[in-house]
């Protein structure tokens, strides 16, 4: 059974079929911006740019408000969620967003979910059984499975994600994680790994502003097992982080040697890197367009 969610999360239903129909990979272009919010005005530039979505993270509810302003602000850019918890927004009301968000713009949003972290809640169930029941309501509530995708790190998860969604959004990771991902997911799958950014040549003023950025992860079981599989030990993983692990996952230096890094995950079989500028908000579109010359987008 499918349906067209109502008001609340409720379903009306159809007896049509049960899966949605299949569709084109995300095309999103090679890099994108991540971040925990952006206006439309910045929108607006980061499009000037060339750059091809922005990543919004967060937790955000699910009511979704703030995506259609920054779409109309827009004509090309792509809006995705880098994650909708699945435990604080119910499938009902996401799917609700997202037929409505469609609707006024078609075909320039990709809903990103994730499972967020077991020790942030404490009706945390298997990361896999949890997700598999939120994408089979999405299932039911007629959101295709091509315009989703589902943070994932693990080899389960991102298995899940390639049979499931259009793909995975790994966070936190590196280019031999997204050379793995692509092996696990295989070659028609979706994958956007997220990289840290500092744009700084001190290399000890950037490895600062990485830690702050790293602090909280260094103490969730999901990321500490994910970078335990990439090969850093115990030590390399105790607060505040040892040099090698922070190196690993902040791109810094010049703007050259930046995106000769964030190409790396493209070379490992990433379709698109969403770029997190570890910045004050006032400064990110001015980052941004230092790295945009080197990323070949402009």
């Known amino acids: ?51 091809g979505a922005v990543w919004v993270g967060g937790s955000p509810p699910a009511e979704l408000e703030w995506v259609e302003p920054i779409l109309e602000a827009t004509t090309t850019l792509q809006v995705a969620t880098g994650i909708v918890n699945i435990w604080t927004a119910a499938p009902g009301p996401v799917a609700e967003s ?15 979910i994730g499972v967020g972290h077991r020790e942030a809640h404490v009706e945390y169930r298997k990361p896999l059984d949890a997700l598999t ?8 509530y007629g959101v295709p499975k091509h315009r989703r995708v589902v943070a994932a790190l693990g080899p389960k998860v991102l298995q899940l994600s390639a049979e499931h969604s259009a793909g995975a959004h790994p966070y936190l990771t590196t280019p031999e994680h997204t050379r793995s991902a692509r092996e696990i ?73 930046i995106a000769a890094r964030l190409s790396e995950h493209l070379a490992a079989g990433a379709d698109h890197v969403p770029v997190q500028v570890l910045t004050s908000p006032d400064k990110l579109v001015p980052a941004l367009a230092e790295l945009a010359g080197p990323l070949g987008l402009a």
């Open 98 to 112: 997202f037929h409505r968000i469609e609707a006024a713009c078609p075909g320039r949003f990709l809903l990103g």
């Open 1 to 51: 059974m499918t349906g067209i969610p109502r008001e609340g999360g409720g379903v009306e239903a159809d007896m049509t079929d049960t899966t949605p129909a299949a569709g084109p990979k995300p095309d999103l272009g090679r890099y994108g911006s991540f971040g925990r919010g952006v206006t439309p005005a910045q929108a607006k530039e980061i499009e000037a740019l060339g750059y």
């Open 133 to 140: 029941d939120y994408l089979d309501k999405l299932d039911s």
């Open 185 to 257: 997911i295989g070659p028609d799958a979706f994958l956007a790994p997220e990289h840290k950014v500092v744009l700084t040549t001190d290399a000890e003023q950037a490895r600062a502003v990485g830690r702050k950025a790293l602090d909280l992860y260094l103490g969730l079981a999901n990321y500490l097992n994910n970078f335990k599989r990439l090969g850093f030990t115990d030590d390399e993983l105790a607060k505040p982080g040892a040099d090698r692990f922070i190196d690993a996952v902040v791109a810094y230096g010049t703007v050259d040697a």
